[in-house]
């Protein structure tokens, strides 16, 4: 089996950064898409940032020139800096990884979730 485990999550002023770690372990031979999601109380899980093996990303506008996704293949880990947070980024934050487990199938991997408050 697969285990994302992310780290990094916290309280933080609004301005402020933080950077959201998630490394995967287990039976990996390869990675495909690597993603954040985040879930607001009341609100639908949604889609922060993705990036592809070699390199491709994509961000929620909300977070465009703020936040960046990057990724670490030899350590099969995905990264989010999170630069200028605002109270709207608070939320809880979501680890994703699609990961081939068959010639012909991939299953999605999802962390367990870190918080992320901005507050003052």
């Known amino acids: 089996q697969v285990l994302l485990v992310e780290s990094g999550g916290g309280l933080v002023q609004p301005g402020g950064s933080l950077r959201l770690s998630c490394a995967a372990s287990?039976?990996?031979?390869?990675?495909?898409?690597m993603g954040w999601y985040r879930q607001a109380p009341g609100k639908q899980r949604e889609l922060v940032a993705f990036?592809?093996?070699?390199?491709?990303?994509n961000y929620a506008d909300s977070v465009k020139g703020r936040f960046t996704i990057s990724r670490d293949n030899a350590k099969n880990t995905v990264y989010l800096q999170m630069n200028t947070l605002k109270p709207e980024d608070t939320a809880v934050y979501y680890c994703n990884a699609q990961i081939p487990i068959s010639k012909i199938r991939t299953s999605n991997y999802w962390g367990q979730g870190t918080q992320v408050t901005v507050s003052s």
């Open positions: 287990g039976s990996i031979l390869s990675i495909n898409i």
């Open positions: 990036i592809s093996r070699v390199g491709i990303t």
